[in-house]
């Protein structure tokens, strides 16, 4: 067995284990595939998280936990089975303001956190140049898990691609419903993909960054992934103008 092969089990199977002991378990049911129908104990897990949104008694916090808890375990596309963790959104759960970038990247699928290697620490100096930072705005992507080239091989770097459009399909219901539960003001699309994935539009990015639309009923910025940036740094001043429209938006609510 590689070695990476190896790691992801031994990952998985720390995750399931704490997953199940953070629900009240003491043991591992067994884990079902997509084919295998779901044990009495997980069928009572999945109950519980639909019961407790159902009722609404969980505040936006804990709401994030449950969700995150739900795609911990999602294989619904096959990116769920190659990730090494899936890479749900980091920031406050009741943030104004929302990014959403296309997909983890190797650094963020071994973190567990979206936009943590060089677009990220990129991404992190636009929003304190906003006089945001990481904790006060929401930063989320519109896959949950890293699309690789080759899928067998999550040990080895330049191996990302853009999610194609059924894993962007597959998995919006998880954005919706993280947008459900912040209730941003304003979104920024980061790049094509999230753009295409949040305006349905097939217009190329440089075509209709910074035309204001709106996604479930919220505003929407296309911008700049920040990865372009650091391939050609003078696309900087259009994203800077995009997000002072944004803080303008923020605090005047006039875009
Ligand atoms: N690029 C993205 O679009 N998202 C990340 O989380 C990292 C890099």
Redo the contacts with the bound molecule.
Sequence with gaps: MKQSEYLKILNMSKRTLEEYLNWGESEVPNVASDKEPMTKKQSVIKKDIQGKFSKNTLGSKEKLEVLKKKIDFCVDCPLGKSRLNA?IGVGSPNADLMFV?????F??DHKGE????K??QLLTKIIEAMGFTRETVY?A?IVKCHPMIDPANPEKRSNDRPPTSIEMETCRHYLDKQIEIIKPKIIVA??A??TKGLSYTEETISKIRGIIKEYNGIKLMPTY???ALLRNPNLKKSVWNDMKRVMRYLSTGEI
């Design positions: 890479v970038g296309e997909g983890p990247g650094d963020e979206p936009f943590v290697g677009a990220g930063i992507n980061l790049g993909s999230s992934h920040p990865a």
